[in-house]
T-cell receptor, first 114, second 110 residues
């Protein structure tokens, strides 16, 4: 199985701080994703990447940026954290081709912005 | 734009009863549909995908293009089925990310 590891399980930050969420996958998958998960809102796609240095905006990219310098690592950056970015953040990876859509998720990072 | 609708936030059924989790989608092309499940304190994982046409843990789902639905069914619920279930749609054929519904919390009562 693909292992997707998110560096922090819980994170507490202050408003205005720059926040980095790190995600690493170990199976050489081309595609990586960042979602946020909120009760009653489900999962919403923030950004995704289909190759190194490539990134595409998802449904809610405002206030976020991403970086993919290496195939195995996909970072989510909150340029200036705000309280409405308090959420559970999920990273996922999947291969291309026929297995596209079979996402392997990390355990999530619960971010609290105070 | 594509959309996935799960009309029930919460569904509670008794053990042994049939379960049906509803999912409707909005997309004009040929979609690929998925069901994902998240058990308590576990990571989100794929349950099944419509192109596989297989039964996983007793669950099945049939894509109905006429009704634009992909309902998840199980004839006899078990307590270990209690979880959060998400329906998801892939419209891009490999480059757009999955669109998820808001999820249904299934509770199986003993």
């Amino acid at each position: 199985d693909v292992k997707v590891t998110q560096s922090s399980r819980y994170l507490v930050k202050r408003t205005g701080e720059k926040v980095f969420l790190e995600c690493v996958q170990d199976m050489d998958h081309e595609n990586m994703f960042w979602y946020r998960q909120d009760p009653g809102l489900g999962l919403r796609l923030i950004y995704f990447s289909y190759d190194v240095k490539m990134k595409e905006k998802g449904d809610i990219p405002e206030g976020y940026s991403v970086s993919r310098e290496k195939k195995e690592r996909f970072s989510l950056i909150l340029e200036s954290a705000s309280t409405n970015q308090t959420s559970m953040y999920l990273c996922a990876a999947c291969s291309a081709g026929s297995q596209y859509g079979n996402l392997f998720f990390g355990s999530g990072t619960q971010l609290s912005v105070l | 734009a594509q959309r996935v609708t799960q009309p029930e936030k919460l569904l509670s059924v008794f053990k042994g009863a049939p379960v049906e989790l509803k999912c409707n989608y909005s997309y004009s092309g040929s979609p690929e549909l998925f069901w994902y499940v998240q058990y308590s304190r576990q990571r989100l994982q794929l349950l099944l995908r419509h192109i596989s046409r297989e039964s996983i843990k007793g669950f099945t789902a049939d894509l109905n293009k006429g009704e634009t639905s992909f309902h998840l069914k199980k004839p006899f619920a078990q307590e270990e089925d209690s979880a959060m279930y998400y329906c998801a749609l892939n419209s891009g054929g490999g480059a757009d990310g999955l669109t998820f519904g808001k999820g249904t919390h299934l509770i199986i009562q003993p």
